[in-house]
């Protein structure tokens, strides 16, 4: 493995503990969204954090609560660390072609956008 892809992996892998061991409803010092901070709405991401610790503690449905969003775009971002992550082989090329396709871009942006809208409106 590569000293970079190493150094991000235990970057990540930190990240991880911490969330398993600080839950960030109780903490004042973990990072807040500048978007709610600044307009009183939710973004599309927010939720994340909540949601990270408890999944990482088997609390599945309050997980899924803290941001619906997520179910779909986990494994969107999942595709692309499996493609960071696999070897030069045949089959990262063809999941990098169909992740980096534009319609496929274009489709996650568009949903994400529009869950702005639709967790604000419905107040999810």
Same mark, same amino acid.
């Given at each position: ?23 960030? !409803? ?12 600044? !307009? ?85």
């Amino acid at each position: 493995m590569k000293k970079s892809k190493l150094l991000i992996f235990l970057f990540f892998l930190g990240g991880i503990i911490l969330y398993y061991y600080i839950n960030p !409803t109780q903490y004042f010092l973990m990072p807040k969204c500048m978007f709610k901070v600044l !307009t009183g709405y939710n973004c599309p991401a927010c939720g994340v954090q909540r949601f990270i610790h408890a999944f990482l503690h088997g609390d599945f449905a309050n997980a899924l609560h803290y941001n619906y969003f997520l179910v779909y775009a986990l494994p969107y971002a999942a595709s692309f660390i499996l493609v960071w992550l696999l070897p030069d082989i045949k089959i990262k090329y063809k999941i990098k072609n169909i992740i980096e396709d534009k319609y496929v871009v274009n489709v996650y942006v568009i949903s994400f956008v529009a869950w702005l809208f639709i967790r604000n409106y419905l107040k999810i």
